[in-house]
């Protein structure tokens, strides 16, 4: 039996080896299904009485398409590729600039975390108003994509990161207190 992957030449763009066209906001049902029947066709199972070369190939193809998908499905993973795929680097390491007013809003979420550690009542309010501020920038983001405007989506992305990150440690505060 051998490997037949739908697009392998598109295997260097995520969104063409699942038959999708490169946008930051698409039919995410359309990945999933492509998703399942890149895997069904490669997975290494399917592929055990297959010589030791084709086994290689379908886990390489496997492996590949589990990672392709996350990236798509994640909406900061994806922009970050889309940005990457037009050329522009977002340089999270090295960059880390971001507006004096997003800044502020951080260093009141943080002081508004700590002030509420144990107020369970404050801290799923200070989750709405977070959650808000991340809707606000996925919209943000896809407008900006919708523009071609891929150096302002790097510096939406790289407040998103922080948003995404902050979000996270309210969440472990909430589950303490829950």
Same mark, same amino acid.
Request: with cysteine; aromatic share 8%.
């Given at each position: 039996?051998?490997?037949?992957?739908a697009?392998?030449?598109?295997?260097?763009?995520? *969104?063409? +080896? *699942?038959? /999708?066209?490169?946008? +930051?906001? *698409?039919?995410?049902?359309?990945?999933d $299904?492509?998703?399942?029947?890149i895997? @069904?066709?490669? &997975?290494?199972?399917? &592929?055990?009485? %297959?010589?030791?070369?084709?086994?290689?190939?379908?886990?390489?193809?496997?492996?590949?398409?589990n990672?392709?998908? $996350?990236? /798509? @499905?994640?909406?900061?993973a $994806? %922009? /970050?590729?889309?940005?990457?795929?037009?050329?522009?680097?977002?340089?999270?390491?090295?960059?880390?600039?971001?507006?004096?007013?997003?800044?502020?809003k951080?260093?009141?979420w943080?002081e508004?975390?700590?002030?509420h550690?144990?107020d /369970?009542?404050?801290?799923?309010?200070?989750?709405?108003?977070?959650?808000?501020?991340?809707?606000?920038?996925?919209?943000?983001?896809t407008?900006? +994509?919708?523009?071609?405007?891929?150096? @302002?989506?790097?510096?939406?992305? $790289?407040?998103?990161? +922080?948003?995404? @990150? *902050?979000?996270?440690e309210?969440?472990?505060?909430?589950?303490?207190?829950?």
């Amino acid at each position: 039996m051998s490997v037949v992957v739908a697009n392998l030449s598109a295997s260097d763009n995520y *969104f063409t +080896f *699942f038959g /999708l066209t490169p946008r +930051f906001v *698409f039919d995410t049902s359309a990945l999933d $299904r492509a998703y399942l029947a890149i895997q @069904k066709e490669v &997975h290494p199972d399917r &592929h055990v009485s %297959g010589s030791d070369a084709e086994q290689r190939l379908a886990m390489q193809m496997a492996t590949y398409a589990n990672g392709a998908y $996350r990236t /798509l @499905k994640d909406p900061i993973a $994806r %922009g /970050l590729y889309l940005c990457q795929l037009q050329g522009v680097e977002a340089d999270l390491e090295t960059n880390t600039t971001m507006p004096a007013e997003f800044l502020m809003k951080q260093m009141e979420w943080r002081e508004a975390l700590d002030d509420h550690a144990d107020d /369970l009542e404050a801290l799923e309010q200070l989750a709405t108003e977070v959650e808000a501020s991340r809707s606000d920038s996925l919209q943000q983001l896809t407008n900006a +994509f919708e523009q071609s405007s891929y150096s @302002k989506a790097v510096d939406i992305l $790289r407040g998103l990161l +922080f948003i995404n @990150k *902050f979000a996270t440690e309210l969440d472990d505060a909430i589950a303490q207190l829950v």
